[in-house]
């Protein structure tokens, strides 16, 4: 598997999440890396872009060596990233792509400039077998000028996501007002399956990062889309019910987890 996103110096979040996940969950990992932080468990301090010509200059080079089962694409950095990503990706249409569209920090740190929210819209979206986003990151995507974000429907952002390309997309409900967690996955027709879980106490650094890598992993392995997603949310649950604290900040899942013994409340 092939994945792009920013280095986090902590291992709980970005690319070292994803490589984590993936291992654990029986896939090789390659890399690109796409920005350099500087953050801890409590936020990023600092985001270095890596120039767009390194970011195809390491994709090609693994690409040319070896195979992909699926690619996973996470902070991207920029436009000028994003539009090189789909470049590297569009040159494989059948290989499954997963997008975690990145646009802040667990904490809430922007991670993304108002320049790049279109260009991942119309250039990544579009491409993608599953995007991931989270509550915030479905309105942010989906909004067309001079509309409130906040109010928003979920389902009207993942219908709009969908008629971008996406052929699903999983919205996550972390970020929203529930008792539980509410995840749903919608394709161009409407829900396709939606999960409830129970919410966990604390706030977890990397935890959409996990839940995408992990959907990769089970389509790299040859699952439907919905089985993937169906486990992916059972491992990352997991990953989140065992997360350890080694600093001030958010807790870090632990991607150890190998065999989720629960399953979520479907509706």
């Not at 390659?30 to 500087?38: G, I, K, R």
């Not at 693994?62 to 470049?87: C, H, I, Q, R």
């Not at 579009?126 to 309105?139: D, I, K, M």
């Amino acid at each position: 598997m092939l994945v792009f996103a920013g280095s986090d110096p902590t291992g709980g979040a970005g690319l070292q999440a994803d490589l984590l996940t993936l291992a654990a969950l029986g896939c090789h990992p390659l890399s690109v890396v796409t920005a350099l932080t500087a953050q801890d468990t409590r936020g990023v301090a600092a985001v270095q872009p890596v120039e767009s010509r390194w970011v195809l200059e390491q994709a090609r080079s693994v690409l040319a060596d070896m195979p992909v089962s699926a690619f996973k694409v996470g902070m991207v950095g920029t436009a000028e990233n994003a539009a090189a990503v789909a470049e590297v990706v569009g040159e494989r249409p059948d290989v499954p792509l997963v997008l975690d569209p990145v646009l802040a920090s667990g904490r809430g740190d922007p991670l993304a400039t108002a320049e790049l929210v279109p260009v991942l819209a119309r250039h990544l979206v579009s491409r993608a077998t599953v995007v991931t986003p989270n509550s915030l990151e479905a309105r942010q995507l989906a909004a067309r000028t001079g509309e409130s974000v906040a109010v928003l429907p979920l389902a009207l952002c993942a219908e709009r996501l969908a008629a971008l390309g996406a052929r699903f997309v999983l919205v996550t409900g972390t970020h929203e007002p529930t008792s539980e967690v509410v995840n749903t996955l919608y394709d161009a027709r409407g829900i396709v399956r939606t999960d409830r879980w129970e919410r966990l106490p604390g706030s977890y650094h990397g935890s959409g990062c996990t839940l995408a890598a992990a959907v990769a992993a089970g389509l790299a392995h040859g699952r439907a889309v919905p089985d993937a997603v169906r486990d992916a949310q059972a491992y990352t649950w997991q990953a989140l019910r065992w997360a350890f604290r080694p600093g001030a900040g958010q807790a870090i899942p632990d991607r150890s987890v190998r065999e989720p013994d629960v399953a979520p409340t479907p509706e």
